[in-house]
């Protein structure tokens, strides 16, 4: 491995230092989701990332807490407890860890396009609504929140703004500094010397703490528990590694690079699984920081690295200055990803893809706002799969390739197989036929039991008319399925078979034809 130039290094550590300081907001606030304290969301991003940043698939990937974790993780935690979430989510690592060693994450390609486009535009919205939460207040006297109004409102949206433009503006100056750094570090002294009245970190909760120490969950070790904990932790397993999959992906297209499916699968579980002894939430790819740490330079294992090293001394050195960081700053970061994430181009698309691609990329995005994103990814190729068997069913039929009073030759085209089965048994019209056809699969392909069961019925309309039929140009895959049918077909053992189609009924051999 070729050690980072003196640049390279400086590039990589600051751009994991914005991360980090991006991190904290984040990670207390999906503690707050599920219904923990902020330190198990600030433990999960540290050891969460230090791991996957090691051990991982995709250098430059980020990950630790996230949303869409911890929305699974409130009824758990509210059932039973926050050690019940720390012996789930060392379960979800071993489950995670298996799905790496048996190589399931190369099934990440099974999602199609539309998919991938519905998922980074539903995320980057849910990304903005996670925002607006930092525009709420809540009325010291009665407990209510509400939204911000008057001078409060006006000057949290001129920082934002403020902050927006210098991400925007500071490539044109520098490069060689990572602007949403610069942004969150000049509104922090903006705020600072002129003791602008605004929210800041300290006003959602305080960060510091001590190192997290090892602790084995105290829960029964009983059958009992592990009904408990075993489908929450397959939940998140699941969703863990398909936001962490296709964030990795959609990293692999933005730096023409490719990363390891199965390897981030391993680091994944074996992350989570640390996580669980330590008191952390656990976690998985988180896109938004990942973005920051894409534009921000950040390209190598290192500035993974540094962006949980750097949390943790925010948490064990730093916390009184990292709680001064104004809530706008961090918020105009995110802004910033946001609109870098969502993939505009797919509104000038539209108009040039098959209708049913434009309908997934809207259904996944919705479907991921209102409900989670492996709901969204599953609809998501459900639809597409369904909509891909139907195009494809549609496009069987057979051509004549020659005819005499006693034989006669189809050549199938398309491929038959159970979407298909109905549209294959009307090509074909045993009473009109001479006594010898011949089908030929050159152009088509055999491929399930109810592909089989369709010709085993032909077969029967044949044999009833008195017709022998044969089946000619079968791949290799078509002849392993059609030997492995057993009795419903008997094949010729030549270099060339003749496949003759038989049926079992207590007839004589010599009508089984």
Known sequence: MNLPTVAQARTEILSGLTVALALVP????????AGVEPLVGLYAAFFVGIITAVFGGRPGMISGATGALAVVMVALVADHGVQYLFATVVLMGIIQFLAGVFRLGKYIRMVPYPVMLGFVNG???VIFLAQLEQFKVVDALTGASGWMQGTPLYMMAGLIALTMAIIYVMPRITTKFPAPLAGILFISVLVYMFGIDTRTVADLATISGGLPIFSVPSVPFNLETLYIIAPYAFILAFIGLVESLLTLTLIDEMTETRGHNSRECMAQGAANFTTGFFGGMGGCAMIGQSMINIKSGGRLRLSGIAAPLFLLSFILFASQWIEMIPIAALVGVMFVVVVATFEWSSFRILSRIPHADAFVIFLVSGVTVMTDLAMAVVVGVIVSS??????????IYVEVKSESKTEKTYVL???????????FKDLFHPKKDPNNVTIDFKYSRVWDHSAL?????????YMRRGTELHLVGLSKDCKTLLHKAGSMVETDDDDDPRYRVVVDYNLDESNQT
């Not at 085209?413 to 549209?423: M, N, V």
């Not at 069961?453 to 309309?461: G, N, S, T, V």
């Open 386 to 395: 369904l909509v891909f068997a139907w195009q494809t069913a549609s496009q």
């Open 413 to 423: 085209h398309g491929q038959l197989f159970f979407a298909s089965i109905e549209g």
């Open 26 to 33: 984040e990670a207390v606030a999906f503690a707050f989701v």
């Open 123 to 125: 995320l980057a919205i």
């Open 453 to 461: 069961e369709a010709i085993d019925a032909l077969a029967e309309r």
